[in-house]
């Protein structure tokens, strides 16, 4: 069973600048679907980016160009570059499985979270 452990959130002003990470345990990380998910209180969780087993990205439309997933099978984690951040960016932020690229995986695991707050 995998498990994910998110870290990197804080507080950031807008347009500012802030960098997840998310470790992963268990031997079959690299041939998962992977995603960055946030979730707002009393909102779905949604799928943000996400990166296929063969490498096909997914950003949605409100983070493209400004975020930037990587992930590194031999680590076992994945990473989110945040620019240009936004106060509608603010949200509990999760790693988690997909269904290729751009397919959310509802079913878990999840780790903690890493909470996002953009605010002046």
């Known amino acids: 069973q995998v498990e994910f452990v998110e870290s990197g959130g804080g507080l950031v002003q807008p347009g500012g600048s802030l960098r997840l990470s998310c470790s992963a345990s268990g031997e079959l990380f690299s041939i998962y679907s992977m995603g960055w998910y946030r979730q707002t209180p009393g909102k779905q969780r949604e799928l943000v980016t996400g990166v296929s087993h063969g490498g096909e990205t997914y950003y949605a439309d409100s983070v493209k160009g400004r975020f930037t997933m990587s992930r590194d099978n031999t680590k076992k984690t994945l990473s989110l570059e945040m620019s240009s951040l936004r106060p509608e960016d603010t949200a509990i932020y999760y790693c988690?499985?997909?269904?290729?690229?751009?397919?959310?995986?509802?079913?878990?695991?999840w780790g903690p979270g890493t909470q996002v707050t953009v605010s002046s």
């Open positions: 988690g499985r997909s269904y290729g690229a751009g397919v959310p995986r509802e079913v878990g695991p």
